[in-house]
């Protein structure tokens, strides 16, 4: 998974803003290029520490054999080399993470395109080298691209109709991941906790003495990309939070910065004065899909895409590049 991972790492743009506190146990380590932070109330420190860690590593393992574009034997990596137009098996949570993706791809006109791994793969975002790739090569990558050359079957599997098409989920796998270790710490009856992978933050219930847990949303530095400053604090509870940005995974081409956060309808990007986004929702998962989408398709499109997604509760902030420097906000419900 760590392809997926390294590029979720590159937009932490949310940061908790406080000690966990007594009565609060944190996990937390590398995983798939980015890290993990597990916080969860309980007064059994020690059986719950060890138990709430192999739970943690089944997740982490299940998702990158699932999500992973590194592993030649993940099921996404598998699904890409199939080529055919014969269903693949696929689980749930995989299921779950493509349902989504076309779902995202619809409201947005294709703005957001689970299919767009020949344009991310060109670019180096999903590789080693970074480099601007020329009109030809774009137009090459583009006629593979399109979701709706995907589709779900009636037993559950996916199919392409076109053998060519391949996917990357990186938008959405995170979320994922969040979403699926919340599941997993709430049947265990650790229902007080946050999660926190790659900067897909899922908060439930509250710290001890009823107190909320605490987000800082980033405000990109004036001076460098190392510069983490603190736009707003917002208090999270049952919902989850993701930020999408143009500031940390980027190169410098022709005098611009091409980061990687790509239109694919043109497969590059869109030259919006959007430096990031961040979004509340009901899930991790539709929040880093959102968020990524949204920097896409810009504050004046934003409301329709999110309506697409009633009667979910949708909250958006845009950081928008001001003229004479710093950021200016726009919000949705904010």
Known sequence: MRAVLERASALIVLAVSAACGPGVVELSGPTMGTTYHVRFVSAGFATSRARV????????????????????????????????????????????????ALRLAAASDGAYDPTILPITRLWGFVGEVRREPSDAELAEALAKVGWRRLEITSDGSLRKLDPAVEIDLDSIAPGAVADELSRRLFAADLRD????????????????????????????????????????VVE???A???????????????????????????????????????????????????????????????????????????????????????????????
């Open 53 to 100: 860690q192999v739970l943690i590593d089944e997740v982490l393992a299940a998702a990158d054999r699932r999500f992973s574009l590194w592993r030649e034997d993940s099921a996404i990596a598998r699904f890409n080399a199939h080529r055919a137009t014969t269903p693949v098996p696929i689980d749930d949570e995989f299921r779950a993470a493509i349902a989504l």
């Open 193 to 232: 906790h946050m999660v926190d992978v790659g900067g897909e933050i899922v908060c439930r219930g509250a710290k001890p003495g009823a107190v909320p847990w605490r987000i800082g949303v980033e405000r990109p530095g004036a001076t460098g990309e190392d510069d983490r400053e603190i736009q707003q």
């Open 236 to 238: 999270v509870k049952d």
């Open 240 to 334: 989850a939070v993701a930020t999408s940005g143009s500031y940390r995974n980027w190169f410098q081409s022709g005098g611009a910065r091409r980061h990687h956060i790509l239109d694919a309808r043109t497969g590059r990007n869109t030259g919006s004065d959007v430096v990031s986004v961040s979004v509340e929702a009901p899930t991790a998962m539709l929040a880093d899909g959102l968020s990524t989408a949204l920097m896409v398709v810009g504050p004046d499109r934003a409301e329709a895409l999110v309506a697409a997604f009633a009667p979910a509760k949708v909250r958006v902030l845009f950081l928008l590049a001001a003229p004479g420097g710093g950021v200016v906000e726009r919000s949705i419900g904010w």
